[in-house]
């Protein structure tokens, strides 16, 4: 159980285009979903804070105008890049944490790995 | 503020035990979580301590010292399949919020599994 897909795996893009990723919990109710970056040796660096019927809440330093957040139900999170440009090059993931299990653990998608050209 | 600190890389031999360590220094504490991380893959769960003590689960072992600001993960019987990254993370509800469950991750410990 808890499985979360997230889609899709892999993108590259030209500068100036939009770049809409998804992640979908499988197998359980997601109440929030988080959304991170991953640059090539760094550790996750949470973008934001995405509960479901909400707005999402951003971290300090990340643009909510170029990262465009959805969670419009309990089993799908959408982030848009937008306007992307070769600086937003880097690995994106998410993960859900299920409204009913206990110890608030976070299930991670296998990422999405995007270039902009 | 909040700081995770852990080790950068390790090395260890195939059926060898490794002790990983984690120092964390944060406003709050509301569990530490231990996530393995192939490359290019997402994380995968591995273990959770929020009371202090030992936590075993397997071939893998998480403990954690709250005064101390200490947790470390034992892996015993390694396999090559172990070589990957391992990432700390705290659940730091003064930073984050009494009702959020955001985690902050450290940067990780490559570990390398050699024959």
């Known amino acids: 159980g808890a499985v979360v897909s997230q889609h899709p795996s892999w993108v590259i893009c030209k500068s100036g285009t939009s770049v809409k990723i998804e992640c979908r919990s499988l197998?359980?109710?997601?109440?929030?979903m988080f959304w991170y970056r991953q640059f090539p040796k760094q550790s996750l660096m949470l973008m934001a804070t995405?509960?479901?019927?909400?707005?999402?809440?951003?971290e300090q330093g990340v643009e909510k105008d170029k990262f465009l957040i959805n969670h419009a139900s309990l089993t799908l999170s959408t982030l848009t890049v937008t306007s992307a440009h070769p600086e937003d090059s880097s690995f994106y993931i998410c993960?859900?944490?299920?409204?009913?299990?206990?110890?608030?653990?976070?299930?991670f998608g296998a990422g999405t790995r995007l270039s902009v050209l | 503020g909040q700081n995770i600190d852990q080790p950068t890389e390790m090395t260890a031999t195939e059926g060898a035990i490794v002790q990983i360590n984690c120092t964390y220094q944060t406003s709050g504490f509301n569990g530490l979580f231990w996530y393995q991380q192939h490359a290019g893959e997402a994380p995968t769960f591995l273990s959770y301590?929020?009371?202090?003590g030992l936590e075993e689960k397997g071939r893998f072992s998480s403990f954690l010292s709250r005064s101390k600001g200490y947790s470390y993960l034992l892996l015993k019987e390694l396999q090559m399949k172990d070589s990957a990254s391992y990432l700390c993370a705290v659940r730091d509800p003064v930073r984050s919020g009494a009702g959020s469950y955001q985690l902050t991750f450290g940067k990780g410990t490559k570990l390398s599994v050699i024959p």
């Open positions: 197998d359980f109710q997601a109440t929030t």
């Open positions: 995405s509960n479901e019927g909400s707005k999402a809440t951003y």
């Open positions: 301590n929020v009371l202090d």
């Open positions: 993960s859900a944490k299920p409204g009913q299990l206990a110890k608030n653990i976070q299930y």
